[in-house]
């Protein structure tokens, strides 16, 4: 991926960035969803977390809003929650 210089950028930082992600509906999921925004934001609310079951109730799609401070932090944030075991699509 090439790097886009900050004036180029669509995203002021420090901004606060809603993430969805996806995943099997299973106990633990959103816990370990919020588990990562909290350690990318330690100010992170759980309360403002939206979930939405699939139409067949099979999936959960999370979304979390992080405060994220810079380029590095959102894309470090995104590898950590697209590798984990439990997430299937981070959008």
Not at 61 to 72: A, C, F, H, I, K
């Amino acid at each position: 991926m090439q790097d886009i210089p900050p004036e180029q950028s669509l995203i002021e930082y420090p901004s606060q960035f809603p993430i969805k992600v996806m995943g099997a509906n299973v106990d633990g999921f959103v816990h370990a969803v919020t588990a990562v925004a909290k350690n990318f934001d330690p100010g992170f609310d759980a309360a403002s977390v939206e979930i939405r079951p699939s139409s067949g109730g099979k999936y959960l799609g999370v979304t979390v809003t992080v405060l994220v401070t810079s380029r590095e932090q959102l894309d470090e944030l995104y590898r950590t929650l697209s590798t984990h075991p439990m997430v299937k699509v981070v959008l």
